[in-house]
Structures are given as C-alpha cells and as structure tokens.
C-alpha cells in the first residue's frame, strides 16, 4: 500500500511539474474583414419589382381592349446595373443604370379590300434611367469571411420614356402608329439595404434593397462584387 501511495505522489508531483514549466498556448482571433472599407468599389447587377411596368401595362391593355379585347401585356422587369466607389468606410458614391421594357403581344390589322396584306404589329415601351448615387452605411457585422452592411441611399438623374409601334407583318396601312418620347429628372430612394460580399469568394456577395422611384418600387435583388 505504502508503495503504492510513494508511486502516486511522484506521478503527482510531476505532472504539476511540467504544467508549471508548460508554455502558455496563445489562441490568436482572426481578424474580421471590412470589405466595404475605404477605397473599395463594388460592381453589382440585379432586377427591381415590376410595381410600375404593371400599372403602365394595366393602362395600355384598358386603352386597347375595346378594338383587341384579346390583347396581353409582357412586362420585363428592371435591369438594374452601378458601381460604388467607397470614399470613406461608411459613405460610397457612384453611378446606376436602369432598363426595363412593356409591350403588347402581336396585333392584327385586317385589309378587307386585299386579305394578304393585312399587317401585324405592336407596341413596345422602353423605360431606362441614369443616376448619381450617394450611400450611407449606418451599420457593419465583420466576421472573419465576409461582410453584411446595412445601409440607405439617394440616386438622382434622368429617366427616359420611349413609346414605339413595331410594325413585324405588311405595310401597316390602317394600323394607328403612335411614336413618342420624353424624358425628366429621376431619384430613387433606397429606405434599407443589405450588402454582403465573401473574402472566399474572391469579394463576391449579393444585395438586397427595399426603395422607391423611378427604377423600382419594392425590393431589388441582385449579386455584388467587391474590390
């Protein structure tokens, strides 16, 4: 028994020993990124809500029912394209393109003197804006891969409006040709935004905005590259 206990007290009396004399392991965090620091620019590409191509479209299809009680409406969603230039870590500017199309499906003008040259066609409204845009980023969460930023925004610039009459069969004889354009000063207003872009990735990431305006009224989704 006494051997015993002489064998657990040397057993003791080393491993406090070697834990006195152990060096300390140090456990360095890793560093959290700020991807949306000073000097970073971010490319990014997406598509806004249809809020607006939808009451635009409602309007022609009421116009045109009475003569082409058939007639559909197709609407393309906002291409929505810019850049960001961070000029501080918590302000960026830059520059926003949008595009977005409504037309009417195919329309049949007859020819009751001569059938065969009868024309079809239809009508075709082009939107698109280019604005200067300034971003407030209110918040951060940095982690060691990425980042998300929340922030809001204001774009102003110029918005274009282009109606055309796209004559696809015959000479168009009878056919009502409307052709007009205009163009105004443009805003967009971004309520709340989330960016989040991945060191992993190589800056890759994806946004989602909440605004108002003339590109979109709604939510704009889209990915984001960030140098």
């Not at 291409?79 to 520059?95: A, E, K, P």
């Not at 282009?162 to 354009?181: F, H, M, P, R, Y």
């Not at 991945?198 to 709604?218: E, R, T, V």
Request: charged content about 15%; proline content about 3%.
């Amino acid at each position: 028994m006494k051997k015993y206990v002489f064998l657990s007290l040397i057993f003791f009396g080393f491993a406090s020993s070697y834990a006195q004399n152990a060096p300390e392991i140090q456990i360095i965090p890793l560093e959290k990124k700020d991807l949306f620091k000073k000097d970073a620019i971010t490319f990014y590409v997406g598509s806004g809500s249809t809020t607006i191509l939808d009451s635009i479209a409602k309007t022609i299809k009421d116009n045109l029912k009475f003569n082409f009680p058939d007639v559909d409406m197709q609407v393309t969603a906002p291409t929505i394209i810019g850049y960001q230039h961070h000029i501080r870590d918590n302000v960026s500017v830059g520059m926003v393109y949008s595009s977005s199309n409504v037309r009417t499906t195919d329309l049949d003008m007859p020819d009751f003197q001569n059938p065969a040259l009868g024309s079809t066609y239809y009508y075709n409204i082009a939107l698109s804006s280019l604005m200067a845009s300034v971003d407030w980023y209110w918040m951060k969460f940095k982690r060691p891969k990425s980042t998300f930023a929340l922030h809001s925004g204001l774009s102003l610039g110029l918005f274009n409006y282009q109606l055309t009459t796209e004559i696809t069969k015959g000479n168009g004889s009878g056919v009502d040709k409307i052709n007009a354009s205009a163009s105004t000063k443009a805003m967009q207003f971004t309520v709340i935004g989330v960016k989040h872009s991945m060191d992993a990735l190589k800056g890759f990431g994806w946004f989602a905005n909440f605004g108002i305006g003339y590109n979109s009224i709604g939510l704009t989704t889209g990915i984001n590259w960030t140098l």
